[in-house]
């Protein structure tokens, strides 16, 4: 009898010699099957964003997609627990019923992926630790992130944290969870704070000139009192007319002239309260009414979605670069994008997604050595068919690189989990 | 008290304090290096002043590159070291060692970068958490983050404790608010996590740092986060009936939608020791007061406050009273922050819990509390932030007659295992430091320990770094955990407590 038919005799496995562990239990068993053997496994959920990071090297997959279903949903306490790989869809529409909502705004990778919707689970984002539009004013998935239950490298079944708040007992694992590929523990339920829903929304839509007057713009926009919750820069790119005819008819609103450059942000609240912001920034920006357009609430929350999708980058062939750095040095990076690459800003302007329309990885590169004299950093998010992996598609410096790979031990010794799938070694 | 179990001393080490005080010396000034015993008396204990050590020596260093050295030096020489903020903490995380080297991280007291464009400020460990709020204020800035402790507390401490406050519902405690870290490693090798830009790529050290009580690394710089002030802060003072009544009503607030900046309860015990020790103004025939704080802009906080009235009168509040100045709503948090220093008041000695439970577990939690309160004819006083779910009972005993002493030991660890139980935690601010150590096994088992180890193993191989804190040393479950404070005098009795 073969080692897998040992383990297939307990664990469902589909033709494709996937297995699919039912629980928390079967998970275990399976690890710690495998960790015996050392044979490791890629853990993949509904397959969303398996796309996203190195491939990795490993004789097995587990996927962890039956281990689905809401445990616990506490409106009053904003908190609900979840099993690992239950649908965002889900979720999202079982706190809708509470008017509560996951505030980090999940993106939706389908867009780029396939080029329709597929929002994958709750243990792929928190794997990959990606929020949206709200990020720098809520946080990301990392900080709405309360406990954990999951399964080490050895099989063992480990948990840190809780359903409330308030809690320093023991080391924050949660974090480290956050934005860890799968590589530290198979998850197989999280606890996640919710948020009420804001009664409504409002975007304004301003068309400015060169790349200092938009980060002044988006300068006194984050150092307002009047707060907002979402600001993006959409560039021209008059040269790349496949890219203008897709800017044009995704961000298609009435009141919205999509061919120009734009800043948009966005004012959540009540209705009194956001006309009150609006009208205090308009000020502190000093814009008059005639520099500006605004979308209500029927405009206001599809282009936020369609921001949060990627939809400008549907179905993307070339490389999608995902990079952060520290706001004030945007408008340099505006400038080095310009007409080269295509590209907008999110997250008031910390966020860069770049499209690399490039065979040679020598662009990447570039980019890379940029992220990192700009004190941030960059992810290759989707590569093309051509990608050779001649660049890694993370960054990571040495040191952390050798603490990454203790902390790896610590969880997974053998390297069952995912193996390489952020760094070689880890 | 009970015999505090510590790590087994090293008698070489004790023996070689000379040779190590004159080695340390070379790697900083000698000025920095304490080793007489008035020098070190300062140092034998911080805010839970119930135990204290005295240190093999105390080191002062003035850089990243001095730390670097002191703990490559120590390291090779298998020395234990304890590092220090202020000293402020409630559970005993900085409680020396004898055979360990103290490292304080005083002499980090300055400001490094004020970065308004990035919105952040780049910080030596030693500032306090108030003087980055005061560096910034002029231009309308400040750290969210507020412990009671603010004034004194270092904002190396608040990463090392994840130290929250009464604002962490609407703006989370440390680890949401800051940027990046630079921390030493016990071997020396200095590393730099995050920095002025959000969610650094990979494993989120910065977050397995933040709360890790120092046993990971030494932190020597920290680039935090800061907001713009809210144009508006109004807050309520609200009397109920009934515990009831009160703690349905804060429920009631939180899943009507409503995020307040700090909402915070205290029990008619706790009404009367405030309003005595600090002529607050509060409603005194309340058996509940709830004190509701909210920000943001004109319209948006009236607008709250209309929903916040409309639930508290349909809970049957008693009285309500709103801030009309800002003068008037410094004046409901007055008694408040008077809390600790008016149960000190009441009673020789008092414990102060710190345990976290589901919000609307309120109720049950405060008539269980009572319950025990009968049973071990001990009074007790309840505060709560209402807003997540943190409460703080204190117990007043006479610390002299050794039976009450006793009774309010089992006392206080009935309450927090009642927090468990309740869905709650047995820290949710103060930290487990050497003072809820041996409880951890009522929340996590062995294998969760056993990770958590392996993860101090795997950055600390000789458990060099801050040993003997936070995981059990008995491995059982000991009847410990909670801040003695003995005739009023709290290390810090000045600073107001939440």
């Known amino acids: ?426 | 008290m009970s015999e505090l179990a510590l790590p087994k001393i090293d008698q070489t080490i004790l023996n070689r304090k000379s040779e190590i005080v004159k080695n340390l010396s070379k790697l900083t000034d000698k000025e920095n290096v304490l080793s007489e015993a008035d020098e070190l008396r300062p140092y034998e204990t911080d805010a839970l002043s119930v135990y204290t050590q005295t240190p093999l020596a105390v080191v002062l260093p003035e850089n990243t590159d001095e730390v670097s050295e002191i703990l490559k030096y120590c390291y090779s020489e298998n020395i234990k070291v304890v590092p220090r903020g202020a000293g402020t903490g409630l559970s005993g995380g900085a409680l020396p060692l004898q055979d360990a080297i103290l490292i304080g991280l005083g002499k980090f007291n300055k400001i490094l970068e004020i970065d308004y464009e990035n919105k952040c400020v780049v910080t030596q460990p030693g500032v306090t958490n108030l003087g980055i709020t005061h560096a910034v204020q002029h231009k309308g800035f400040y750290y969210a983050p507020d412990p009671s402790s603010q004034l004194a507390c270092s904002i190396g401490g608040n990463v090392a404790e994840n130290s929250g406050g009464v604002h962490s519902l609407k703006y989370g405690t440390t680890t949401n608010n800051i940027l990046g870290v630079q921390m030493v490693m016990m071997d020396g090798t200095i590393c730099r996590f995050g920095g002025k830009s959000f969610d650094q790529e990979g494993y989120d050290l910065m977050g397995l740092i933040c709360g890790s009580e120092g046993l990971l690394g030494v932190v020597t710089e920290v680039t935090v986060k800061i907001l713009k002030k809210p144009e508006v802060v109004k807050a309520a003072l609200i009397g109920f009936p009934s515990i009831k009544e009160g703690g349905d009503a804060a429920s009631e607030i939180i899943s009507s939608g409503i995020v307040p900046a700090g909402m915070e309860i205290m029990d008619k015990a706790l009404i009367e020791a405030t309003d005595n020790f600090s002529k607050a103004g509060y409603p005194r025939d309340a058996e509940l007061l709830l004190i509701v704080e909210l920000d943001g802009t004109e319209s948006e906080v009236n607008e709250l406050i209309k929903k916040v009235e409309v639930i508290c009168k349909k809970n049957n509040c008693s009285s309500l009273k709103l801030s009309n100045s800002e003068k008037e709503r410094l004046s409901f948090w007055a008694g408040r922050k008077a809390a600790f220093p008016a149960c000190g008041a009441m009673a020789p000695d008092y414990y102060c819990m710190d345990g976290s439970i589901p919000r609307g577990k309120l109720a049950e939690a405060l008539l269980e509390i009572k319950k025990l309160s009968e049973k071990y004819e001990l009074p007790v006083a309840n505060c709560f932030h209402a807003g997540d779910g943190n409460l703080h009972p204190l117990i007043m005993f006479d610390g002299n007659d050794k039976e009450q002493l006793r009774k309010t030991e089992e006392f206080g660890s009935e309450i927090l295992k009642t927090c468990v139980r309740l869905g709650g935690v047995i820290t949710g601010e103060h930290g487990v430091g050497i003072e809820k150590r041996e409880l951890m096994c009522e929340m996590f088992n062995d294998n969760d320990i056993q990770q958590q180890l392996n993860i101090k193993k795997s950055l600390d191989e000789k458990n060099l770094l801050n040993p003997g804190k936070v995981y059990p040393i008995l491995r059982k479950c000991a009847e410990e955990g909670r801040v003695h404070v003995h005739k009023n005098k709290d290390k810090f009795p000045d600073l107001p407590r939440f």
């Not at chain 1, 496995?13 to 399976?30: C, I, T």
């Not at chain 1, 007409?339 to 997604?353: K, M, P, R, T």
């Open chain 1, 1 to 426: 009898m073969s080692t897998k038919i040992k383990i297939n005799s307990q664990i469902f496995q589909d033709s494709n010699k996937v297995y699919y562990p039912k629980d928390e239990a079967e998970v275990s068993d399976l690890i710690r099957e495998l960790y015996k053997q050392d044979s490791p496994t890629e853990i993949i959920g509904n397959n969303s964003k398996s796309f996203i990071g190195n491939k990795t090297q490993s004789a097995n997959t587990t996927s962890l997609s039956k281990i689905s279903g809401i445990i616990d949903y506490r409106p009053e306490e904003l908190y609900i627990k979840v099993k690992a790989c239950t649908p965002i869809n889900e979720i999202e529409e079982v706190l809708s019923e509470n008017n509560q909502e996951l505030a980090f705004e999940p993106i939706d990778f389908g867009y780029i992926k396939e080029g329709k919707s597929n929002k994958g689970t709750i243990a792929g984002y928190l794997s990959c630790n990606y929020a949206g539009s709200r990020r720098f004013k809520v946080g990301s998935v990392r900080d709405h992130v309360l406990g954990f239950k999951g399964v080490n490298g050895k099989g063992d079944i480990i948990k840190s944290g809780g359903t409330v708040v308030k809690n320093v007992t023991g080391y924050d694992l949660s974090k480290l969870i956050a934005g860890s590929f799968g590589t530290l523990v198979a998850l197989t339920e999280i606890t996640l704070k919710v948020l009420p829903k804001k009664d409504s929304s409002k975007t304004v839509i301003i068309y400015p000139g060169d790349f200092e007057q938009i980060y002044d713009f988006l300068n006194k926009l984050s150092s307002s009192s009047s707060e907002i919750s979402g600001a993006v820069f959409v560039p021209e790119q008059s040269k790349d007319k496949d890219f203008v005819i897709k800017k044009n008819s995704v961000f298609k609103f009435n009141d919205l002239k999509s061919n120009f450059s734009f800043l948009a942000f966005r004012v959540e609240g009540d209705k009194i309260s956001i006309e009150e912001k609006i009208n205090n920034l308009k000020k502190e920006l000093e814009l008059n009414n005639s520099d500006i357009s605004t979308l209500d609430v029927y405009q206001s929350e599809p282009f936020w979605k369609k921001v949060n999708n990627l939809e400008v980058f549907e179905n993307t062939e070339h490389n999608l670069i995902r990079m952060v750095i520290p706001p004030a040095n945007g408008s340099k990076l505006c400038k080095y994008l310009e007409n080269n690459h295509n590209y907008f800003v999110d997250w008031c302007g910390s966020l860069f997604w770049i499209e690399i329309n490039s065979k040679k990885e020598e662009k990447i590169k570039d980019l890379k050595k940029m992220a990192k004299e700009f004190g941030g950093y960059l992810t290759v998010i989707k590569t093309s068919s051509e990608y050779d992996y001649g660049e890694a598609i993370f960054t990571v410096d040495k040191v952390r690189l050798m603490i990454s790979e203790k902390v790896k031990q610590s969880f997974d010794p053998k390297r069952i989990l995912n193996p390489g799938k952020m760094y070689r070694g880890v």
